[in-house]
């Protein structure tokens, strides 16, 4: 069992940055790749970025790419979401997830364990 709390979100102007933190219990975190996802209202919920196990892979949206960087440190069991160049259009709840295995990936189904959420809002 893995459970993931994410940090971090908040209330930001165009262009301003966030980052946002979750943390893992147990003490196989380092065997999972990890990702972040975004759900704004009415819509699906969508892949941002993923890193795996090692650290060593990561991927990300065409629509973040540049602007959000994705990191872990599997001394402290979190990942990290680092999000500069906010746009209103990054408004959403960020969940971070994990999945087991050792690759990194972009699909919602391969994602065994979800966090709560944390609400970013990007004012124009």
């Known amino acids: 069992q893995v459970q993931l709390v994410e940090s971090g979100g908040g209330l930001v102007q165009a262009g301003g940055s966030l980052r946002l933190s979750c943390a893992a219990s147990g003490r196989t975190f380092s065997s999972y790749a990890m990702g972040w996802f975004r759900q704004a209202p009415g819509q699906e919920r969508e892949f941002v970025a993923t890193?795996?196990?090692?650290?060593?892979?990561?991927d990300y949206a065409d629509s973040v790419k540049g602007r959000f960087t994705i990191s872990r440190d599997n001394a402290k069991n979190t990942v990290y979401l680092q999000m500069n160049s906010l746009k209103p259009e990054d408004t959403a709840v960020y969940y971070c997830?994990?999945?087991?295995?050792?690759?990194?990936?972009?699909?919602?189904?391969?994602?065994?364990?979800w966090g709560q959420g944390t609400q970013v809002t990007v004012s124009s």
């Open positions: 890193i795996s196990a090692s650290g060593g892979s990561t």
């Open positions: 997830a994990a999945a087991a295995g050792s690759g990194s990936y972009t699909r919602r189904y391969m994602y065994n364990y």
